[in-house]
C-alpha cells in the first residue's frame, strides 16, 4: 500500500546540506563573536544561512553561507537593528 512513498532525505537535493551548526562554525571563523540569531533564506535562488554574530566591539556581522556547500557567500556589517 506504501511501497511509492519516497523518503525525501534519501534525495541529494535534500541530503547535501550542511548543518546549522556547522554553518555556525564556518561563520565564527571569519567573523568572531557570540551568534545571536540563525536563519535560511534565499539569495538569488541559493539557499543561505544567514548567520548574525555581535563581535566584541558591539558590531553586528551577517554572514551569509550556502546550505549546500558551505562556501561563504558575503560578510556584511548591520546599522539598522532590523
Same mark, same amino acid.
Request: proline share 4%; glycine share 4%; no cysteine.
Given at each position: 500500500?506504501?511501497? !511509492?512513498?519516497? !523518503? ?34 534565499l539569495e !538569488? ?8 554574530i555581535l563581535?566584541?566591539? !558591539? ?7 550556502v546550505a ?15
Amino acid at each position: 500500500m506504501y511501497g !511509492n512513498v519516497y !523518503n525525501y532525505a534519501q534525495l541529494p537535493m535534500f541530503r547535501q546540506r550542511i548543518t546549522p551548526q556547522q554553518a555556525q562554525e564556518i561563520a565564527l571563523r571569519r567573523v568572531p563573536g557570540q551568534i545571536i540569531h540563525i536563519d535560511m533564506d534565499l539569495e !538569488n535562488g541559493i539557499l543561505v544561512y544567514e548567520v548574525f554574530i555581535l563581535t566584541s566591539q !558591539n558590531r553586528v556581522f551577517e554572514v551569509d553561507v550556502v546550505a549546500k556547500t558551505g562556501k561563504i557567500l558575503k560578510i556584511e556589517e548591520e546599522n539598522d537593528f532590523d
